[in-house]
């Protein structure tokens, strides 16, 4: 799934023209977002934070991808890097094509370099449910800083 979350922050003002009339609802008690944004799918978590109408600790960014840390590190380094756009898995951002695949991976490995973990890390897609992926939105875990054991869980 495809979906147009690629203006970035300095959409903020305008309107949604995906969602609900403020943009992002209401979840679990998480998403305290309010206002309008373009470019946005309803209810999508991490397109809010690619947005900005969702805080997060914003690591690197470019033009069509960002990072940031995950709220729940399972490393002294785990950030998420992600397409701005809305792809649902990353199946979805391949079929996509257009090099931003590339430009995950691209910025998965600035990341651990710049994190100092260069030397060995790991980056994760779960895909799926039976992977465990909790957010339908593409999203890379830059995982390291600790012993990595093989096979993962
Ligand atoms: P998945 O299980 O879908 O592969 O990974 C989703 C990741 O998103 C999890 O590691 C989870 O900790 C992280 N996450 C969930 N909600 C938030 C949030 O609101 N902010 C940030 N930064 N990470 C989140
Ligand atoms: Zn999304």
Redesign the pocket.
């Known amino acids: 799934m495809r979906g147009v979350c690629g203006a970035g922050r300095a959409a903020a003002t305008a309107t949604c023209r995906d969602g609900g009339p403020d943009g992002v609802r209401q979840r679990a008690g ?1 998403w305290r977002a309010v206002g309008r944004y373009d470019h946005c799918v309803s209810d999508c ?1 991490f397109c809010g ?1 690619a947005s900005g109408q ?1 805080p ?2 914003t690591v690197r960014e470019n033009s069509r991808t960002i990072a ?5 590190p ?1 490393a002294p380094t ?1 950030v ?1 890097v992600i397409p701005k756009e809305h792809y649902a898995d990353v199946a979805a951002v391949a079929e996509a094509g257009g090099g931003l695949l590339d430009e995950m991976a691209s910025l998965a490995h600035r990341v651990a370099v710049a994190e100092g973990i260069g030397s060995g890390y790991r980056v994760v897609f ?1 895909s799926g449910p039976g992977a ?4 339908p939105h593409a ?1 890379a ?1 830059v995982i390291g800083g600790r012993p990595l054991e093989w096979p993962p869980g």
Do not use: T
């Open positions: 998480r978590l934070i969702i997060a600790r940031f840390r995950d709220i729940n399972q785990h998420l779960n465990g992926q909790d957010v999203h875990h």
